[in-house]
C-alpha cells in the first residue's frame, strides 16, 4: 500500500535527518582526529588545513556534479549516491599512509558530502506543507550538530584506544546505516515526479528525454540576483564558520590546556547547544521568517563567538560553547530559504548552488585562520571570525524577505507558478 502524504513527509524527515546526521560525523571527525594525524603523520599546521580545505573544495564541487543529478535524474537517487561515495571513501582513508594520500580522498568525498545538503533541502522543501518547511527544514539539518555530537563521542571512545584510522573505518561503515533507510523507507519527491512529467509532455526533445537542469539559467536576469547574494552570504558565513570550528579542537587543547577525551565533551555539549538552536530558530523562522531569522542567528554568532574565544576558564568555557552555539543555525535556515527561491526543476541545483559553492570560496578559510594563528594565536584568530558573521547578516538584508517577494518569480512550462504545488 502506498504511504499515505502524513506518513510520506516523516518517511523523508528521517531519511534525510539520517543522511546529513552521517555527513556531519565525517566531516567532524576530521577536525577532532587533527591533532592526533599531525603527530601521526609528522605534518604541519599548514599541511593539516588542507586537509579540511581539500575537503570543502570538493563539497563546493558538488553543487555543479550532485545538484544537477538531483535535478536531472531525482532526490533519491542523488542521496543514495551521495551517502554510499562518501562512505566508502571515509572508509579507505584508514588505509592511508602519507597526508596527500588523505588530501585526494578527502576531495573526492566532499562531492558525496555537499550533495546531501542540497538535495535533502530540497526533498524535504517538496514534502512538507508551506507553515511548516521552516521547522522540518531546520529539524533535518539540526543533525549536523547531533552528527557533531556522535563524531565528538566516537572520537573519544576509538580516538584514545585504536587511534585515528579506526575511527575513519568505522565513522564510513556506519554510513550503511542511512543508506539502508533511505532505500528501503524513502520515495522519490512527487513534486519532483511531477515536474519531470511535465518537461517531458513540453520540453522534451524527439528522442523523448527531458531537458535537464542548467546552471546558466541560476544567472537568467530573474535570479542573478538571488544567486549572487545567496552565494555571498553562504561564502561569508561558512568561512566564519569553517575558519573557527575546525581549530576549535586544537584551540582547546594547545591553548586552554584540556586533554583530548575532555576535549571532545566540550565539543559535545557545544553541539548540544547547537542542536537545540537549529529547532528554536526553526520555529522563529515559521513565525517572524526565514531571512529575518537569518539575520538574528548571525549577528547573535557574530557577538557571542569573540567572548567564546577570549575565555580562559574551563568552566565558563563548558558554559558559553552551547550559547554561542545555539546561534549558529543559520546553515539549518538558508536549506529551507534558498529552496523556496529557485523553481522546482532548479531547486536543488540553485539551493545546492548557493550553499556549496560558497562552501568552496570558504574552503580556504581553515588555512588562512592556521596560518594566522601562528602569528596572533588560535583565541585572536577565531574571534576575527564573528565580523564575517555580522557581514553575512549584512548581505542577508539584501535578499527577499521570503519566497513571495523574490520579484519575478520563475513559472513552469505550463505558465502557473512554478512553486503552486508546494503551497497547496
Known amino acids: 500500500m502506498a504511504p499515505t502524504p502524513a506518513s510520506l513527509k516523516w518517511r523523508v524527515l528521517i531519511g534525510c535527518f539520517l543522511s546529513y546526521l552521517f555527513d556531519a560525523v565525517d566531516i567532524i571527525i576530521l577536525t577532532i582526529a587533527m591533532p592526533a594525524i599531525t603527530a601521526s603523520?609528522?605534518?604541519?599546521?599548514?599541511?593539516?588545513?588542507?586537509?579540511?580545505?581539500?575537503?570543502?573544495?570538493?563539497?563546493?564541487?558538488?553543487s555543479v556534479v550532485m545538484g544537477r543529478l538531483a535535478d536531472t535524474l531525482g532526490r533519491r537517487t542523488a542521496l543514495l549516491l551521495s551517502l554510499a561515495s562518501f562512505g566508502v571513501l571515509t572508509m579507505a582513508i584508514a588505509g592511508a599512509t602519507d597526508?596527500?594520500?588523505?588530501?585526494?580522498?578527502?576531495?573526492?568525498?566532499?562531492?558525496?558530502?555537499?550533495?546531501?545538503?542540497?538535495?535533502?533541502?530540497?526533498?524535504?522543501?517538496?514534502?512538507?506543507?508551506?507553515?511548516?518547511?521552516?521547522?522540518?527544514?531546520?529539524?533535518v539539518l539540526s543533525s549536523f550538530s547531533v552528527g557533531a555530537s556522535v563524531a565528538a563521542a566516537a572520537s573519544a571512545w576509538l580516538l584514545p584506544a585504536h587511534g585515528w584510522r579506526v575511527l575513519f573505518f568505522a565513522c564510513g561503515a556506519a554510513v550503511a546505516i542511512a543508506i539502508a533507510y533511505v532505500w528501503l523507507r524513502v520515495p522519490e519527491s512527487e513534486v519532483w515526479l511531477a515536474q519531470r512529467r511535465m518537461r517531458v509532455s513540453t520540453t522534451a526533445s524527439a528522442a523523448g528525454a527531458p531537458a535537464g537542469a542548467s546552471l546558466a539559467e541560476l544567472f537568467d536576469p530573474?535570479?542573478?540576483?538571488?544567486?549572487?547574494?545567496?552565494?555571498?552570504?553562504?561564502?561569508?558565513?561558512?568561512?566564519?564558520?569553517?575558519?573557527?570550528?575546525?581549530?576549535?579542537?586544537?584551540?582547546?587543547?594547545?591553548?586552554?590546556?584540556?586533554?583530548?577525551?575532555?576535549?571532545?565533551?566540550?565539543?559535545?555539549?557545544?553541539?548540544?547547544?547547537m542542536f537545540l538552536g537549529y529547532n528554536a530558530f526553526g520555529l522563529l523562522a515559521d513565525r517572524i521568517g526565514k531571512?529575518?531569522?537569518?539575520?538574528?542567528?548571525?549577528?547573535?554568532?557574530?557577538?557571542?563567538?569573540?567572548?567564546?574565544?577570549?575565555?580562559?576558564?574551563?568552566?565558563?568555557?563548558?558554559?558559553?560553547?552551547?550559547?554561542?552555539?545555539?546561534?549558529?543555525?543559520?546553515?539549518?535556515?538558508v536549506g529551507a530559504y534558498f529552496a523556496e527561491l529557485f523553481p522546482t526543476r532548479l531547486r536543488a541545483t540553485g539551493a545546492g548552488f548557493c550553499f556549496n559553492v560558497g562552501r568552496g570560496i570558504s574552503a580556504f578559510a581553515p588555512l588562512?585562520?592556521?596560518?594566522?594563528?601562528?602569528?596572533l594565536g588560535f583565541a585572536n584568530s577565531i574571534a576575527l571570525c564573528g565580523a564575517l558573521f555580522l557581514l553575512a547578516a549584512a548581505v542577508v538584508a539584501l535578499l527577499p524577505r521570503d519566497a513571495a517577494g523574490a520579484g519575478s518569480r520563475p513559472r513552469s512550462a505550463a505558465g502557473a507558478p512554478a512553486d503552486a504545488s508546494l503551497d497547496s
Open 41 to 62: 603523520l609528522q605534518i604541519t599546521q599548514a599541511q593539516a588545513g588542507l586537509l579540511v580545505t581539500a575537503t570543502l573544495l570538493g563539497i563546493g564541487l558538488s
Open 99 to 139: 597526508w596527500r594520500q588523505i588530501l585526494v580522498l578527502r576531495f573526492f568525498s566532499g562531492l558525496g558530502l555537499g550533495g546531501v545538503w542540497s538535495t535533502a533541502a530540497a526533498h524535504v522543501n517538496e514534502t512538507w506543507p508551506a507553515h511548516q518547511r521552516g521547522r522540518a527544514t531546520a529539524f
Open 222 to 273: 530573474a535570479l542573478r540576483r538571488i544567486t549572487v547574494l545567496g552565494t555571498a552570504t553562504s561564502a561569508l558565513a561558512l568561512a566564519a564558520y569553517w575558519g573557527a570550528t575546525t581549530w576549535l579542537p586544537t584551540f582547546l587543547v594547545k591553548e586552554r590546556g584540556l586533554d583530548v577525551a575532555t576535549m571532545a565533551g566540550f565539543v559535545a555539549v557545544l553541539n548540544l547547544g
Open 291 to 333: 531571512q529575518r531569522a537569518i539575520i538574528v542567528s548571525l549577528l547573535g554568532t557574530g557577538l557571542t563567538l569573540p567572548l567564546y574565544a577570549m575565555t580562559t576558564g574551563h568552566g565558563a568555557l563548558l558554559l558559553l560553547g552551547p550559547v554561542f552555539a545555539f546561534f549558529m543555525a543559520f546553515a539549518g535556515l
Open 368 to 375: 588562512t585562520l592556521g596560518s594566522v594563528a601562528g602569528v
